[in-house]
């Protein structure tokens, strides 16, 4: 029961966290100078009003934001030891009680914070480490844009970066930062209040988000608390990391993959042979007829955490992020704590999860027809301990 519990914890914690790459904020209203000066300028006059927690500061608080002032509301970077005779040059915040310029607070959804802020790209179109969320070219007077930062659908860091004209023919370089971690925002700051850079510079970063808003290669996956919402496991999703599971050979495998560590032939009792292949943290299983001409593709096992399988999803996920992927909702739980979630468990498709002592599974399964004579379902199964997916198996029966 315990890791049934543990389910309904996390759904309530999804609420709050999951609606992935979906998000549109007002994508006329970027976040200026103006906006964050005023934020800023209050974080700073609380700042003078007591001293800080790691007084007296020296010059063994410097650090590359400036002098590291610590305050129970948050960390500010001054220009000088003292404090009277200081400017602010940054602001980190990692309590959870301090909003930021538009109300979004530490342990929010990323989902609440790209809600909050422009979003030109609700898909999160991009490549495999960076999607840009909108670009406001005003130049030669000012320009802003929007980064997100990831690992595949891993969110690292969401930025707003502002350039806007100074006296002197040159441009401020201000970012307000968000620290995500397990997809809510872990801590935020505005950095780089006194810097300036050149035209050449802002130049350069907006033909980079320009080129980056461009690209098709990669987007996030669609995810929702309301499992209702979303499909059910299709054949697109035997489709991952450059890999099809049903057209795949293992010419393909060893082209993709590179040459295996191992690679071992056995012939089974039904007359069958089985071709294994094992690469460090993947295996990948090929079934032959008696007179060893190639059937298919029979079983892929996946424990390595940088390899994306169906829907992005990765070993090392948590549970809420890969329940919220696919389809569910439409059944009931059983008094042997399995759950229905859609079809009936016997005729693909259909959607089970399993609630055990020892761990969670789910398993979803869909019938694929390559041709007249070989029709057969592929079922995918996924496996967690304490709660993060440790194996993603895709075999066939």
């Not at 990948?284 to 999803?313: H, P, V, W, Y």
Request: proline share 4%; net charge negative; aromatic share 14%.
């Amino acid at each position: 029961m315990k890791y049934f519990r543990f389910l309904i914890i996390n759904v309530l914690i999804a609420l709050a966290v999951f609606n992935v790459a979906f998000a549109e904020g007002d994508t006329d209203n970027v976040p200026g100078g103006v906006e964050i000066r005023e934020w800023v300028q209050l974080m700073d006059s609380n700042a003078r009003k007591t001293a800080p927690l790691n007084a007296p500061i020296t010059e063994e608080n410097k650090t590359e934001f400036g002098y590291e002032y610590q305050y129970s509301f948050a960390t500010l970077y001054y220009s000088k030891p003292v404090l009277d005779e200081a400017q602010l040059l940054a602001v980190q915040v990692i309590d959870s009680k301090i909003p930021d310029p538009r109300g979004v607070l530490c342990f929010d959804s990323y989902i609440t914070l790209l809600e909050k802020y422009p979003n030109d790209n609700p898909l999160l179109y991009g490549d495999y480490d960076m999607a840009t969320l909108y670009v406001q070219n005003q130049m030669p007077d000012r320009a802003y844009w929007g980064s997100l930062m990831r690992n595949g659908q891993n969110i690292t860091t969401i930025e707003y970066t502002i350039h806007e004209t100074m006296p002197d023919n040159t441009y401020s370089d201000i970012k307000l930062s968000f620290n995500i971690e397990d997809n809510k925002v872990y801590s935020y700051g505005v950095f780089g209040l006194e810097e300036i850079v050149s035209l050449a510079e802002v130049e350069a970063g907006l033909q980079q988000v320009q080129k980056v808003m461009e690209l098709k290669s990669y987007h996030g996956y669609f995810s929702s608390v309301d499992g209702t919402q979303l499909d059910m496991f299709v054949r697109e999703d035997l489709y991952f990391s450059g890999i099809d599971f049903v057209e795949l050979t293992p010419n393909d495998a060893i082209a993709k993959l590179g040459e295996p560590d191992t690679d071992n032939t056995m012939k089974n009792d039904d007359g069958k042979w089985y071709r294994t292949l094992n690469w460090s943290g993947v295996e990948i299983t090929f079934l032959f007829d008696e007179n060893q001409k190639f059937i298919r593709c029979d079983k892929i096992t996946i424990n390595d955490t940088n390899m994306e399988a169906s829907r992005g999803i990765k070993v090392g996920d948590a549970f809420p992020s890969v329940f919220s992927k696919f389809r569910s909702g439409e059944g009931v739980l059983s008094d042997n704590m399995v759950e229905q979630l859609y079809g009936d468990s016997i005729n693909a498709p259909y959607g089970i999860a399993r609630y055990g002592e020892n761990g969670i599974s789910l398993t979803y399964a869909i019938d694929v027809s390559p041709s007249v004579e070989n029709q057969y379902t592929v079922i995918m199964n996924l496996n967690f301990t304490n709660d993060y997916l440790n194996e993603i198996i895709y075999y066939t029966k």
